[in-house]
């Protein structure tokens, strides 16, 4: 009852599970919950980068992750490409079938292309939510890889960038993995790719989001109203420039 | 829609919400500005907006202490003024932790 209070205090809770067993067992699922992968910092070595993955591994932690976040320390390249996984780590990291949301910032999907569901398909029946920070692609690589997850609720998408590389992976392949739900939330921050939605619109028979939160994706409101019209309950603008309506 | 738009194209495109379960349009406020100018334009459209569908309007103000007490203290001026007069009910005003960090950004209030 007490560690149920204190699921968003990591050092009360660490605390709490070196008081007794049942404490810890009480405390563990609160404490795992999330993953979060960084590369290691500036200086950590292209072999250790997913070095957390076999710690959770032999401590048998893996079942506890729920959410993994992947982000990059300022100033260093993306480290969170296919390269970077080596047999074992990929094993432990297809081992992560509970996973429900998924944080990724700067993923750059082309990289994953063609294999994606290779690196991310285990993710296809338990995840709800994606939240993508910079992610780079083009549009229709980016409805390709959110088709992977059919259970997915909710989406969050800021700052994506459009990089078509030299060797594209052609479009026509790109066929949808399937149906999302999407009856969830849409926060879309800058990010003005229409085709995303035009996309994810015809393999999915329409979009179902019930609240919105739009910022600089101007291009995308109508299409999204007009695909949520029978669901929308909320709305959200942001005004930080005070020019609403100019 | 919040800064690309012309001033008409606002309640144009919110027309086209058709769902009979919308209810509440919230509004981020993250900073505070002297010259207020730009509510009573801002007001307007919500005005019209109004006029196309009814909502229940927010004002989730994410702002550090000091901006957080002069946005509620302008606000009170609108309502005083009687530039939200349109609305069915007296907006309502949600306080959130301003959001910094780039994991946050996109965490739902």
């Known amino acids: 009852m007490i560690i149920a209070h204190l699921t968003h205090e990591l050092g009360a809770l660490e605390a709490c599970s070196l008081t007794c067993r049942s404490w810890y067992i009480a405390a563990a699922p609160h404490l795992h919950n999330t993953l979060t992968l960084t590369g290691g910092g500036p200086d950590a070595h292209s072999d250790r980068r997913l070095e957390p993955l076999s710690k959770i591994h032999k401590l048998g932690l893996i079942p506890l992750v729920k959410t993994i976040r992947v982000g990059k320390w300022p100033g260093t390249s993306c480290w969170f490409i296919p390269q970077a996984f080596d047999r074992l780590s990929l094993r432990y990291f297809s081992a992560l079938t509970n996973v429900h949301t998924l944080q990724l910032q700067y993923l750059e999907i082309y990289r994953f292309i063609p294999d994606i569901e290779r690196y991310f398909g285990h993710f296809s029946q338990t995840l709800r939510s994606i939240t993508l920070y910079d992610p780079c692609c083009t549009p229709r690589q980016l409805s ?65 989001f019930r609240h919105m939160e739009l910022r600089d994706s101007a291009n995308c409101t109508p299409i999204l109203f007009e695909a949520c019209a029978e669901t929308l309950e909320t709305l959200r603008f942001n005004t930080s420039e005070g020019t609403f309506g100019e | 829609m919040v800064n690309q738009h012309q001033p008409s194209a606002a309640p144009e495109v919110f027309s086209t919400i058709t769902s009979h379960v919308f209810f509440e349009l919230v509004i981020g406020l993250s900073r505070y500005e002297a010259d207020l100018s730009w509510a009573v334009r801002f007001f307007g459209v919500l005005r019209r907006m109004h006029e196309v569908r009814h ?31 349109f609305l069915d009910s007296l907006p309502t005003i949600r306080i959130a932790q301003p959001r910094h960090y780039q994991w946050d950004v996109l965490d739902f209030v």
């Open chain 1, 144 to 208: 390709h890889f959110l088709s992977l997850f059919p259970n997915l609720g909710d989406i969050g998408i800021q700052d994506a960038y459009e990089y078509v590389p030299c060797a594209t992976f052609p479009v026509a392949e790109l066929v949808p993995f399937s149906a999302p739900k999407l009856r969830g939330r849409l926060a879309l921050y800058n990010t003005p790719w229409v085709e995303i939605w035009t996309d994810l619109i015809a393999s999915c028979g329409g979009l179902r």
């Open chain 2, 55 to 85: 909502f229940k309007l927010v004002f989730l103000l994410e702002a550090f202490w000091d901006a957080r007490q002069k946005l509620m203290e302008a606000l009170d001026a609108v309502i005083v003024k009687g530039l939200l007069d």
